[in-house]
């Protein structure tokens, strides 16, 4: 799967692959079908003074997405389900 990356500690980001990843017990897996970029994006991806400050390097970025539950972990709830 293809991955937005903050990998090095300067301005920018990077369109990386990776392996897509196993839910642990307690999540879920979500296959993306749109995403949006947001206030946090813009200062990783300047990379200014809160973001050096807050952001761990290595780290995928993106929390503003919408997709579809395909897989969950032994441990959540039967009232999320897949699909």
Request: charged share 15%; proline share 7%.
């Amino acid at each position: 799967m293809h991955i937005l990356a903050k990998s090095t500690a300067k301005p920018g980001l990077w369109l990386e692959s990776t392996l897509i990843p196993s839910p642990k017990p307690n999540e879920v897996l979500i296959k993306i079908s749109k995403t949006a970029i947001c206030g946090t994006d813009v200062h990783i991806f300047h990379w200014n003074e809160w973001a050096q400050q807050t952001i761990p390097i290595p780290m995928h970025i993106g929390h503003e997405f919408v997709g579809t539950i395909v897989e969950k972990g032994t441990l959540v709830s039967d009232h999320i389900q897949i699909g």
